[in-house]
């Protein structure tokens, strides 16, 4: 089966979303659903199964937050993924898709589990506490996917990410995650000619991918994976905070004064996770955009769509 060649079977949870948008441009056949239906609900969840009748799940809903936000609210953040992870799994289940493709995060990973990470350690241990509650409901995504695997034979399989970004992210100063966050800060600083605060000291060493590339990962996984353990798909290749800083203020041609705030918490110092698996599948690590690109696209995007992004409209 070749995802590509599929005719109005697909349905796209969280389609709306950054990566969803993404997802539109090479699967523009799909289905993708936003917030029309109330994932948190079984009964809506199951009337949109009920509507679009898939054969095939991509399931990319989830509610996320940057840092301080899962930290100011890490029991919403539990709750409201593993409502819309069980009723996704569940209602997959009992229409008898054929097969669902569901993202988890590297907030799954131990606080302290040896790096890079490794999927056979996903479970050893308990996550980082800023990212608690988001954390375990991706884990429980895990638990339920191999549980329906053993008891029904479903066919769920689960990819892990690292950190994402792209075009059509969340721009929010609190709920987004720390790219979409800075390009925000720095470019309303540009307009005002003011200086701006960043949160911690900038040493932690990220991994990001690119929005435009997880969507080809994702049609390249439903396409050739079909067993029960997760695999890491992210773009290998870290940088720090204060580097990543430095390249937005250079595109975005801010020079004025950068504050660190200290006093907010850096989160874990590093959380490079290992793709060799991936690449034992076919990958090749070349298919990823070169990080500088991405970003660039992103921070032009940002400024030619600054009054309508989400997050700041």
Known sequence: ??????????????????????????????????????????????????EVKPEYVIHLAAKVSGMKGNMDALG???TENVYMNTNVLEASRLHNITKV??????????EFAKLPYVEEDIHKGMPHYTNMGYGFSKR???????????????????????NLFGENDNFHLVESHVIPSVIRKVYEAKRNNTNITLWGDGSPRREFTYSNDLAEIIVYMF??????DPINVGNPGEHTIKELCEMVCEFLEYDNEITWDTSVSNGQPRKPSD???????????DRYTDFRTALKNTCDWFVENYENVRGVK
């Open 275 to 285: 793709n060799t698996k991936f690449l034992e599948l076919g990958w090749d690590n």
């Open 76 to 78: 919403t953040h539990y």
């Open 140 to 162: 429980m995504l895990d638990v339920q996917a191999r549980a329906y695997r053993d008891q029904y034979g479903s066919n769920f399989v689960n990819i892990i990410p690292n």
């Open 223 to 228: 396409n050739n994976y079909d067993e029960a």
């Open 101 to 110: 493709l569901s993202v988890l995060s590297t907030c799954v990973y131990p």
């Open 1 to 50: 089966m070749n995802l590509l060649d599929v005719k109005d079977k697909v349905l796209v949870t969280g389609g709306t979303g950054m990566v969803g948008v993404a997802l539109q441009k090479i699967l523009p056949h799909a289905t993708y659903v936003g917030s029309k239906y109330d994932l948190t609900k079984l009964d809506r969840t199951l009337e949109l199964f009920d």
